[in-house]
């Protein structure tokens, strides 16, 4: 079983940039489709960006695209989601998220088989 742990969030200002790791333990991720999903306070987890095995293929909420970049480094075990320009409505906790199964740019949290639990990213006006 793949355990996860993300890291890098904080509070930014209004188009400023943040890093967010996701450091996985217990079993390699290069047979995983892995991914980022968001949480706002009061809202429902929405996704936010997916990568393909070896980073073949990336998928993106409307919301993020142009913004937000999604990568792996399997070697590392580690997924990466770096995000500019950044608004106060990207402010959410952040959970990544894995597992075999996908569906192209379509990606429920019905598919999802492994969750970390989350680093909060919050950016002021």
């Known amino acids: 079983q793949v355990q996860l742990a993300e890291s890098g969030g904080g509070l930014v200002q209004a188009g400023e940039s943040l890093r967010l790791s996701c450091a996985a333990s217990g079993s390699g991720i290069s047979t995983y489709t892995m991914a980022w999903f968001r949480q706002r306070s009061g809202e429902e987890r929405e996704f936010v960006a997916r990568i393909s095995l070896a980073g073949i293929a990336l998928y993106y909420a409307d919301s993020v695209r142009g913004r937000f970049t999604i990568s792996r480094d399997d070697a590392k075990n580690t997924v990466f989601l770096q995000m500019n320009s950044l608004k106060p409505e990207d402010t959410a906790v952040y959970y990544c998220?894995?597992?075999?199964?996908?569906?192209?740019?379509?990606?429920?949290?019905?598919?999802?088989?492994?969750w970390g639990q989350g680093t909060q990213v919050t950016v002021t006006s």
């Open positions: 998220a894995g597992g075999t199964r996908y569906s192209g740019a379509y990606y429920p949290e019905s598919l999802v088989d492994f």
